[in-house]
C-alpha cells in the first residue's frame, strides 16, 4: 500500500533533518562465530554497540574474541581490544592473529572507558572490542548511564562495530545484548576451535534483525 | 615579476601582540620609554584617538584604557625568524632588508602561480598572528613601494602608472630635499619624474640624482642574502614563571607555528619533538614525543603536547620552556593496490598518542610474542601502517578454549592426591573434578634471573575451567579458560 503524500514527505523532511537518526546500517562485521553471527543478522552490527554477556567462567567469551581476532585478520580489517582487566593472553591466539591488534592495556575501567571513548571515534577500525569481564561487579555497576549513552551516541554514524564484553547485563537500552549461557569442559581442550566457535549456544536478550538487514 | 617584499607594518607592536596573548583586542601602543613624556612609536587600531608621535601623557588622556608598552627585542626576534620562514617558503633566495620586512627573489618563478603563492603564505602569517602585506614587481625597490601601499598584495604590471601617483616620501627624501621639493610643488613621484634627471642633478646633485632614480624606480640592488635555519628550535623565558598550562600552549603553539613554517622550507618534516620546561627551582622536566607520523602539522603536535601538559604536575612553576623539532625527510609511500592502510592515519596516531597519555605509552600496541617459551612473554609494538596479508593457516591450529589471565597470578593452595590436583581455595575455592597436566618449562637457567613452572589445567566441579602454575614460590591461579 502506498503511503500517503504527506507521510512521505514527513519522512524526507525527517531524514533531510537528521540524517544520522534515520542511516541505515547495513554493514556487518563477521565474527567468526556462527551463533553470534546468526543471531545478529550476519555479524557485528557497525555504528552500535553490542554487548555480550559471558555470566559463566567458561562460557567462550575469550572464544569469540580469537574467532574475531581471526576472522577480522583475514579481511585483513582493523580491531582494538580494550581490556579493561588486562586479561588478553597473547600467546592464547595464533600469532599471525595479532598483527591487526591495538591492546589497550587498561588498570581500571575509568581508564577503559575514556580509552573507549577516544577509539570508538576513531574511523579506522573495524571493531572496538571493549572487555570489561574481570573487573569487579561493584566497581562495574557504579558505571553512571550517561557514560553509555555517550558510548553509544558517539559510535553512531561510525565505519566500525562495538563490541562489550560484559559479566552481566550491564549496558542500559544498548541495541544489542546476547549471553553466552554454556560452560567449557576440560574434554573440550583438545578439539580445534573452529569447532568449539561453531557449537557456541548464543542466546539473543535483546534486539532484533529488522527485515531489511535480512535481506540486505 | 622578479621580487616580492612581504612587510609588517607596525611590526614591533605585533610582534609583542603575537607573543602576548593578553594584549588581543586590547588598545595597545608602544612607546620610546616609561616616562610620561615618552613618545609613541606604534599605535594599534584599537586606540580610538591617538597616533604615533604623541606623548605618553596626551596618549593617557585621549584613550583612557589604553596598554603602553615598549619593544620585546626577543619577540621582535620570533616574528622575524617566522616571516623569514615565511619568506623561504616562496623562495631560496631571501634578504632580511629590515626588522619586519624581507625581500624574496622570485627570479624563474613562473608568475601565474606567484600571487596566489603570495596570497596564500600572508593568509598563513596572518593566522600566526601577523598581519603581513606584500608587493610584487619587477625590482626590489619597486616591491618594496608596492608592498607599502598593499592591501594585501599588490603586483606592480606598469612600473610608471603604479609609481604616477605615489607620495613624493615613499621615495625617502632627507629632510631637506623633503623641504626643497616641496616649495617647488612637487607632491608625488609623478611629479618628480617628470622633471628632466639632468635637471634635478644640477640642482640638487648626485643625493638628487639618486632620489629622482628612486623615484623613477630605476635603483637596481644586489640582495644581501640570508640562510635559512639548519636547527629547529624556540626557546622562551617566562616573567613571572607560570604555573599553569594556558600560557604554555600559547607560547607552544607560537613555536610550533614558526618551526614548522622553517621546516616545510626546508622540504623537510618533525619526527619528533621534544619540549623542555624550565623549573623555578632550577631543575628541568624534558620529554621527547616521538611522532608516529612524522609532519610538520601544528595541531597533530599541539594535540600530542597538550595530553601530555594536561596530565604533568611539576614541583615547582615554569620559568621556561624550549622547543625542538628533530627534521627528517618526509615519509614517501606508494599505496599498494590491495593494501589496506590506513583511513585516516592521523587520527589513528593522535588516538595513540593519547591513549598512550590514559593508560601509559608501554601498555598500547600490537602484541608481538617474543621469542622464548616463558609465559605471558610479549612485547607491544607500534601498529604497522597497514594491515599485512594473512599468512597460511597454521600447521596446527589454536585448539580448546582460550585463556584469559589474570595479572598478576592469584596465589592459591592446592590439594594434591598422588601428585595431582584434586581441591583448590583461595581467590578460586573448590573440588576439582578433572585436571590436565603437569606440563613443565623453564629457561635461562644460565642466567640470574632463570624460571621454571610447571601448569596444570582444572576443571571446577561446579563449572569453570581454570590454569594453575606451580612455581618454587608455590601455586597461583594463571587465568581461566574461556
Known sequence: MAHPPTLSALRSLVAARFPTATRKHGRCIPTGVAGLDEALGGGLPAGKLTELVSAAASSGGQLVLARLLAATRAARQRVALIDGADGFAPEAVATDALRHLVWVRAHNLEEALAAADVLVRDGNYAVVAIDLRGIAERVLRRTPAPSWHRLQRAAEGRPGAVLVQTPFALVPAVPWRLALRASASLAQRRRPQAELAAELAVERVRGHVTAEEKAG | ?482
Not at chain 2, 596564500?120 to 601577523?130: H, I, K, N, T, V
Not at chain 2, 594556558?246 to 618551526?259: N, T, V
Not at chain 2, 605509552?361 to 622464548?372: K, M, Q
Not at chain 2, 637457567?445 to 569453570?464: C, D, I, K, N
Request: proline fraction near 9%; charge should be neutral.
Open chain 2, 1 to 482: 615579476m622578479n621580487y616580492a617584499v612581504l612587510r609588517i607594518p607596525d611590526f614591533a607592536l605585533h610582534a609583542l601582540r603575537r607573543s602576548e596573548p593578553a594584549l588581543a583586542g586590547r588598545p595597545v601602543a608602544l612607546s620610546t620609554g616609561e616616562g610620561r613624556k615618552a613618545i609613541l612609536t606604534e599605535v594599534a587600531p584599537e586606540a580610538a584617538g591617538i597616533a604615533p608621535g604623541f606623548t605618553v601623557t596626551l596618549a593617557m588622556a585621549r584613550c583612557p584604557g589604553i596598554v603602553l608598552r615598549t619593544r620585546d627585542p626577543d619577540a621582535e626576534i620570533e616574528a622575524q625568524r617566522l616571516l623569514l620562514a615565511a619568506a623561504f617558503t616562496l623562495a631560496p633566495r631571501v634578504e632580511a632588508t629590515a626588522a619586519g620586512c624581507c625581500t624574496v627573489d622570485l627570479q624563474g618563478a613562473q608568475a601565474d602561480r606567484t600571487e596566489a603563492a603570495v596570497r596564500q603564505r600572508l593568509a598563513e602569517l596572518a593566522r600566526a598572528g601577523l598581519p603581513a602585506r606584500a608587493g610584487v614587481a619587477a625590482t626590489p625597490l619597486l616591491a618594496g613601494y608596492a608592498a607599502r601601499s598593499a592591501d594585501p598584495v599588490l603586483v606592480v604590471r606598469d612600473p610608471a602608472r603604479f609609481l604616477q601617483s605615489l607620495p613624493l616620501a615613499v621615495a625617502e627624501p632627507s629632510a631637506a630635499q623633503a623641504e626643497i621639493l616641496r616649495s617647488w610643488g612637487l607632491k608625488t613621484l609623478g611629479d618628480l619624474t617628470a622633471l628632466a634627471k639632468a635637471d634635478v642633478g644640477q640642482r640638487l646633485g648626485a643625493e638628487g640624482v639618486a632620489l629622482w632614480e628612486r623615484a623613477a624606480g630605476e635603483t637596481a640592488r644586489v640582495l644581501r642574502l640570508v640562510e635559512p635555519t639548519k636547527s629547529f628550535v624556540a626557546a622562551w623565558t617566562y616573567e613571572p614563571p607560570v604555573e599553569s598550562v594556558e600560557p604554555l600552549l600559547f607560547k607552544l603553539r607560537r613555536f610550533a607555528e614558526r618551526i614548522a613554517f622553517e621546516l616545510r622550507a626546508a622540504s623537510l618534516v618533525a619526527e619528533a619533538l621534544t619540549l623542555t620546561l624550565l623549573l623555578e627551582d632550577e631543575t628541568d622536566h624534558r620529554r621527547n614525543f616521538r611522532l608516529p607520523e612524522p609532519g610538520a602539522d601544528v595541531e597533530s603536535w599541539l594535540r600530542v603536547m597538550q595530553t601530555h601538559l594536561d596530565s604533568l604536575r611539576t614541583a615547582a612553576r615554569v620559568s621556561g620552556v624550549r622547543l625542538s623539532a628533530a627534521p627528517a625527510r618526509p615519509p614517501i609511500r606508494q599505496d599498494g593496490l590491495f593494501e589496506t592502510g590506513l583511513t585516516d592515519p592521523q587520527a589513528f596516531w593522535e588516538n595513540l598518542a593519547r591513549l598512550g597519555a590514559v593508560v601509559g605509552d608501554a601498555r598500547v600496541g600490537t602484541p608481538v610474542l617474543c621469542d622464548s617459551h616463558r609465559p605471558d612473554a610479549f612485547i607491544l609494538e607500534k601498529p604497522p601502517e597497514t594491515v599485512p596479508a594473512p599468512a597460511p593457516p597454521p600447521l596446527h591450529p589454536p585448539r580448546g578454549p582460550v585463556l584469559r589471565r589474570f595479572r598478576p597470578p592469584r596465589s592459591v593452595r592446592v590439594l594434591l592426591e598422588e601428585e595431582r590436583p584434586v581441591a583448590v581455595t583461595g581467590p578460586l575455592t573448590g573440588r576439582l573434578c578433572a585436571a590436565t597436566g603437569p606440563w613443565r618449562v623453564s629457561g635461562e637457567w644460565w642466567m640470574p634471573g632463570s624460571w621454571a613452572v610447571e601448569t596444570w589445567q582444572v576443571e571446577l566441579a561446579a563449572g569453570g575451567l581454570y590454569q594453575l602454575a606451580r612455581t618454587a614460590e608455590g601455586w597461583w591461579l594463571e587465568g581461566v579458560l574461556d
